[in-house]
């Protein structure tokens, strides 16, 4: 059994490096777009500085059609164009695509109801200070909002995770599909236990640095 | 200072309309510490929230140093903004900063440069005296030093006129009172005009020099604090002044006294004349001090005290007739 799990030592390896790149590119998408638009979704509604009915609503529609799609129908609808973008449907880059939209529409909603948290408040003392909505959002709000945030991140983070296992049917590789190939389709289950032990690990050490982050970003 | 030009409020609802605050017009003279008193939802808030214009007048101006606040483009308002400092009920600090980092936050704001800043911020601290804070958290402090926050970040870009929602209502009675002086030093010390709002009518015989009486979105009577306590002419001014000089005795002992029971009411400087004593001299007349309260409104005394008097039926006419000539009030309270 130590045999073999040395032999697919490279194996892993491999997969843990696809597992990490998808994972990375669909978080970084999700911070870049997903914080604004979760922002947007939020200043957006009613009794705050942008109030716009028909954006808020639209907005908020068609977030909840991404989310509300299992992701493997996500993947699969989202293939044309993934073709345009990165040129091929298989492989880590390709599987990135579709897991980016995800995570940007479930960050989104998390960014958007850790700024709902933030003390109301607060905004208006900012506002009688005289702070521009530019101020606002970047000294208050998001300062505010920073430990939900990073706990909505860790979640965002480790849901990739799992989702990434799935990209394994479009070639997208892993170490989920790495399970899936070896331990399930070839019924060799030492190996899809050590895979899982590793996805296991994985996951806490994800948690943990997550809580970490949050715990010190948090003095309220 | 601030001048109050017909300023109408309404806000809409699904059923009808609601009139928040109807009509109001006064002014706020430089320097003073006014007070804007009446029972929750009177409208009181609603009205100080439109000095600064986190809340937009339906009809009507606020006038702010000579300006017209509800003319002012986006750019304008937050400039005199600046200029306005403001402190509420729940302090509203920014949890995620430190006590040092909320004070610098507006000047931050108002575009100052770090070495004002870092000069600025120790010289506030010392002045609410919460040096030995800096680097603490808000929700390390307690609720009279998270006011004490909220006043130094309000005063830090040096404003004229300090706006204060309900500043003492969160707060213990110690605490409140640290706080009212501290507002009081700030206001003698930087001459910053005070617009105060409270329920409590406590809070404003301590350090008030006028005050307005708002009911139903109105003002239904405005004078000096003293003449407010001592002289209510308004029903509501009344019920809340009566409130704050509680003269209640208890049912068991009312029930038990012989002879007559009269409440006297002093006013002004012959408050400090002994008219019981020379009564009592006078006329024929035991009596009986139940209760007795002495507060001083600006320096000024007000007294009451609940007398029972006993002797036969002629001394005790002449010696009520005697204290009603020579005091502000005098009512027979057990007819």
Redesign the interface.
């Given at each position: 059994m130590l045999k073999q799990i040395i032999s697919l030592l490279p194996d892993l390896g491999k997969a843990f490096w696809e597992t990490f790149q998808m994972v990375g590119i669909s978080l970084t998408l999700a911070l870049l777009l997903g914080i604004p638009l979760g922002l947007l979704l939020f200043v957006t509604d009613k009794g705050l500085f942008w109030e716009n009915k028909v954006f808020n609503a639209v907005g908020g529609v068609v977030v909840n059609i991404v989310r509300s799609v299992p992701y493997v129908i996500l993947l699969v609808i989202l293939l044309p164009l993934t073709q345009k973008i990165v040129k091929t449907t298989i492989g880590p880059l390709a599987a990135s695509v579709s897991l980016s939209v995800a995570a940007i529409v479930f960050y989104a909603r998390i960014a958007e109801s850790s700024l709902r948290e933030v003390?109301k408040?607060?905004i208006?003392?900012?506002?009688?200070?005289?702070?521009?909505i530019y101020?606002i959002i970047t000294?208050?709000l998001l300062?505010?909002a920073?430990?939900g945030l990073i706990r909505g991140f860790t979640v965002t983070a480790i849901s990739l995770i799992g989702y990434s296992a799935m990209a394994g049917i479009v070639g997208g590789g892993g170490v989920g599909d790495l399970a899936i190939r070896y331990g399930y389709y070839r019924y060799q289950m030492d190996v899809m236990a050590a895979t899982v032990a590793a996805l296991i690990v994985l996951v806490q050490i994800v948690q943990s640095a997550g809580d970490y982050a949050a715990k010190k970003?948090?003095?309220? | 200072m601030i001048k109050f030009d017909d300023v109408s409020i309404t806000f809409k609802t699904k059923h009808a309309p609601v009139y928040a605050v109807r009509n109001v017009s006064f002014s706020v003279e430089k320097g003073e510490i006014f007070a804007v008193v009446g029972a929750s939802g009177a409208g009181k808030s609603t009205l100080l929230r439109t000095v600064?214009l986190?809340e937009k007048p339906s009809s009507g101006k606020v006038n702010v140093d000579g300006v017209d606040i509800t003319a002012l483009d986006e750019h304008s308002?937050?400039?005199?903004?600046?200029k306005?400092g403001?402190i509420?009920q729940?302090?509203?600090?920014?949890?995620?900063?430190t006590v040092y980092d909320n004070i610098a936050?507006?000047m931050?704001?108002?575009g100052r440069g770090a070495d004002e800043i870092a000069k600025r911020v120790p010289e506030l601290l010392e002045i609410v005296g919460l040096t030995d804070k800096s680097r603490a958290?808000?929700?390390q402090l307690s609720g009279g030093q998270k006011q004490r926050v909220g006043i130094a970040?309000a005063i830090a870009?040096g404003p004229s006129l300090l706006?204060c929602d309900e500043p003492t209502s969160a707060l213990d009675l110690e605490s409140t009172r640290a706080i009212l002086e501290l507002i009081h030093n700030i206001n003698k010390k930087f001459g910053i005009t005070v617009l105060l709002i409270s329920h409590e009518m406590d809070v404003i015989k301590s350090i008030c020099n006028r005050v307005a009486v708002m009911s139903n979105g109105k003002t239904v009577e405005l004078n000096d604090v003293y003449s407010i306590f001592s002289n209510p002419q308004h029903e509501i001014t009344k019920q809340l002044v009566r409130n704050s000089l509680n003269m209640e005795i208890p049912d068991g002992v009312l029930g038990n006294i012989e002879g007559k029971l009269v409440k006297v009411v002093y006013r002004g400087p012959s408050a400090l004349n002994p008219v019981l004593s020379n009564a009592v001299h006078k006329y024929p007349v035991d009596i009986n001090i139940l209760h007795g309260r002495i507060e001083y409104i600006n320096g000024l005394p007000i007294g009451v005290l609940l007398v029972n008097l006993k002797g036969n039926a002629e001394g005790v006419e002449k010696f009520i007739a005697y204290l009603r000539e020579n005091t502000a009030s005098t009512e027979v309270v057990n007819a």
């Open positions: 003390d408040g607060v208006e003392a900012a506002t009688a200070m005289g702070a521009s101020q000294q208050v300062v505010e920073l430990p970003a948090d003095k309220a | 600064n986190l308002l937050r400039k005199a903004r600046q306005i403001m509420f729940h302090y509203n600090l920014i949890h995620t900063k936050f507006p931050k704001i108002s958290f808000p929700r970040r870009n706006l």
